[in-house]
């Protein structure tokens, strides 16, 4: 069963950093593109970064751009989100969701994890 | 960046009748790659339709997806209890990919 489960959430001080992951079981990581997509508390869902199946390519929402670099390690089956310069409009849940290589949208999320970022 | 409009903001219904959300684009979605989603509360979104009309897996048929270019709808026939939730439409054609901001289905 595909899975994806993301840790590494926390409480941080503006203008400090954090490194989100994502560990995915059950499928063959290395055939799907990856999206981290997060939602502000009571807010709607956010899209934030995306990468290719090799890591080649990337894109990130204007918000983040600059700030959020986004990694992935297909032999640990693992993706990375580094996070710096932290504000308080980046709390949230994120999501890792994955995409299959035919674009069929987000078709397995994780359960997300928590960042709040406040003083 | 596509700007992604859904309507209504909440709309309420009664278990079994008929759901129709709608969503506008700013601009042409490349392919038609519009998805939509299910989000209950405190759960993760659960992905329902991907290129504009087609139903993800294990999706019941009453969920159905059409529109093509610019406009988008997403219709429930005859509600379930599970389906009060909110459902989210994304573009994935253009980088950035964005959502709308989503449309509160609620009990009436």
């Known amino acids: 069963q595909a899975q994806l489960v993301e840790s590494g959430g926390g409480s941080v001080k503006p203008g400090g950093s954090l490194r989100l992951s994502c560990e995915a079981s059950?499928?063959?990581?290395?055939?799907?593109?990856i999206s981290w997509v997060r939602q502000a508390p009571g807010k709607g869902l956010e899209w934030v970064s995306y990468?290719?199946?090799?890591?080649?390519?990337?894109f990130y929402a204007d918000s983040v751009k600059g700030r959020f670099s986004v990694s992935r390690d297909n032999v640990k089956n693992s993706l990375y989100l580094e996070m710096t310069n932290l504000r308080a409009d980046d709390s949230g849940v994120y999501y890792c969701?994955?995409?299959?290589?035919?674009?069929?949208?987000?078709?397995?999320w994780g359960r997300g994890t928590t960042v709040t970022v406040s003083s | 960046e596509i700007v992604l409009t859904q309507s209504p903001g909440t709309q309420s219904l009664s278990p079994g009748e008929r759901a129709t959300l709608s969503c506008r684009a700013s601009?042409?979605?490349?392919?038609?790659?519009l998805a939509w989603y299910q989000q209950r509360p405190g759960r993760a979104p659960r992905l329902l339709i991907y290129?504009?009309?087609t139903r993800a897996t294990d999706v019941p048929v009453r969920f159905s997806g059409s529109g093509s270019a610019t406009d988008f709808t997403l219709t429930i026939t005859k509600l379930e209890p599970e389906d009060f939730a909110v459902y989210y439409c994304?573009?994935?054609?253009?980088?950035?990919?964005?959502f709308g901001q989503g449309t509160r289905l609620e009990i009436k």
């Open positions: 969701a994955r995409e299959p290589t035919f674009p069929a949208g987000l078709d397995v």
């Open positions: 059950g499928f063959t990581f290395s055939d799907f593109f």
């Open positions: 990468i290719s199946k090799t890591g080649s390519v990337t």
């Open positions: 601009q042409t979605i490349l392919n038609n790659y």
């Open positions: 290129g504009a009309s």
């Open positions: 994304q573009q994935y054609g253009t980088a950035p990919y964005s």
